[in-house]
Every structure is written in C-alpha cells, then in structure tokens.
T-cell receptor, first 114, second 111 residues
C-alpha cells in the first residue's frame, strides 16, 4: 500500500524563525497533497494543499512545495509565532479509482519558543 | 453550519462491550471516513464511504463495522471492544475524498 514518510518527528524553533517539514510518498499516481494542523485536544484542520499540476502554493506565512520527480513535498512556515505550535500532518491521495483515501504521515510536533 | 460533529467526546468501555460512535455532518458531503489516532502513528483509516449505501474498508478495519443509510450520518460500531482499540477516533467528511474536514474526536478507553 501507499507509504508517506514525514520528517522530522519533532521540531523546535525560535519565534520569528522559519520551520520546514518534509514528506516523501511512494505512489507515483498521487495527485493531491494536503497539510493538516492539529492543536491539543482538537481534530486536524486543513491549512494548505497542493495538486500535482502545481509546483508551489503560498498562503500568507505558509507555503507548500511539490517535487513530483523526487516524490516529495514540504511545508514551509515563515516568521513563526507561538500559536503555530501544534502537530502537523502531511498526506497524499492517489488518483486511481481503487481506494480513494488519504494516507497520512506520522506527524511533526512543532514547538515555537517565544 | 455545525460542520462535523461526533458523540460522545469520551467513553470508557470494558473488554467485550459493544458501542457505537456517532458522526454527523451538515455540509451535504458525499464522502465520509473514520480514522483512529495512536501516539506516533498518525491517522489510520478504518472505513470510508463515498455515498449513502456504499462503504469500504480502510487500512485497519478489523473489529469495526460501519453503515451509511443517509448522507448525513456515518456511525462506527465496535462489536466487542478490546484494549487494542483504546485510541482517539476521528470522523471526517468531504465532497470527493480530498479537502477533508475533521470532527473534534472521541477519546475511547477500553479496560
């Protein structure tokens, strides 16, 4: 089955610094790559996503880049703030019509030190 | 819109008991899914549904049943609870399997 690997598992940065989280996937048919943020005691929340016909997408302080040749995608958070502290998950979705379901990475716990 | 709602928020079961975790959405989404979240393992898909009357197994379906009689509701049934089913359970919905919206979760402990 599909496998999504996510690194690092924990990340600590100083407020104002940038944070980068990387994921690799195995299914070359994947064509949708979302990122979720999960705060303590809450459900995951979609924060940004990218589709395979796009190389980069930005939304204010967050951006996602996709390299389909190398089968990896990354989340970039600039000017980090304490409220960015959370667990972040990447995922992918294959384009074939077999199992239309997201496969998630194991998560990255981001701690932003004030 | 309430979005995706889940009940109960917390539940403690004894081994062998059965129960149903409720999930409802008011966004007219066709696609609904159930995940379990265990420490260090991310979110693993239990079952999903692409529309009323249609369900399919995910990565970890054993010990769980689902049905989808309406677009709005997608209950998850534990037939005979086991300690290995201690986890946090999330329901999600979307129009077509991408852009999934998650509920707040149910924290289940099986003793």
């Amino acid at each position: 089955g599909e496998n999504v690997e996510q690194h690092p598992s924990t990340l600590s940065v100083q407020e104002g610094d940038s944070a980068v989280i990387k994921c690799t996937y195995s299914d070359s048919a994947s064509n949708y790559f979302p990122w979720y943020k999960q705060e303590l005691g809450k459900g995951p929340q979609l924060i940004i996503d990218i589709r395979s016909n796009v190389g980069e997408k930005k939304d204010q302080r967050i951006a996602v880049t996709l390299n389909k040749t190398a089968k990896h995608f990354s989340l970039h958070i600039t000017e980090t703030q304490p409220e960015d502290s959370a667990v972040y998950f990447c995922a992918d979705l294959p384009s074939d019509m077999g199992r239309r379901a997201l496969t998630f990475g194991s998560g990255t716990r981001l701690q932003v030190q004030p | 819109n309430a979005g995706v709602t889940q009940t109960p928020k917390f539940q403690v079961l004894k081994t062998g008991q059965s129960m149903t975790l409720q999930c409802a959405q008011d966004m007219n989404h066709e696609y609904m899914s159930w995940y379990r979240q265990d420490p260090g393992m991310g979110l693993r898909l239990i079952h999903y549904s692409v529309g009323a009357g249609i369900t399919d197994q995910g990565e970890v379906p054993n010990g769980y049943n689902v049905s989808r009689s309406t677009t709005e509701d997608f209950p998850l049934r534990l037939l005979s609870a086991a300690p290995s089913q201690t986890s946090v359970y999330f329901c999600a919905s979307s129009y077509s399997s991408d852009e999934q919206y998650f509920g707040p979760g149910t924290r289940l402990t099986v003793t």
